[in-house]
Nanobody, 126 residues
Framework: QLQVVESGGGLAQPGGSLRLSCDVAVPVGVSLDNYGIGWFRKAPGTEREVFSCISRGDTNIRYTDAVKGRFTIARDSAKSSVHLQMNSLRLEDTATYYC????????????????WGRGTQVTVSD
């Protein structure tokens, strides 16, 4: 059983930056390197959307067009964590951000991913 906690959300101005973390508590002998991590977000009145993922072994990193060039996903294996650096934030980035952990996080449907955090709120406002 993995425990997933997102952090780093808050209030930012348009053009500003935030760094989110997805910290994953793994059992002894288990490495987060064997799991992929997907980042999702959900704004009020919209469907949950995936916008980035990093596969196990970091062999595949993806971004949607909405965040490409502005967001960067990176794994910190020593800390069993995945970070999301968000730059050039826009009003439309306002949402609750979630990470999901699964061996196949970059290929499986969101509803089938194994472990989810409770989310962290990101608000971009003037």
């Amino acid at each position: 059983q993995l425990q997933v906690v997102e952090s780093g959300g808050g209030l930012a101005q348009p053009g500003g930056s935030l760094r989110l973390s997805c910290d994953v508590a793994v059992p002894v002998g288990v490495s987060l390197d064997n799991y992929g991590i997907g980042w999702f977000r959900k704004a009020p009145g919209t469907e949950r959307e995936v916008f980035s993922c990093i596969s196990r072994g970091d062999t595949n990193i993806r971004y949607t067009d909405a965040v490409k060039g502005r967001f960067t996903i990176a794994r910190d294996s020593a800390k069993s964590s995945v970070h999301l650096q968000m730059n050039s934030l826009r009003l439309e980035d306002t949402a609750t951000y979630y990470c999901a952990v699964d061996h196949f996080a970059c290929t499986k449907a969101a509803g089938t991913l194994s472990y989810w955090g409770r989310g962290t709120q990101v608000t971009v406002s003037d």
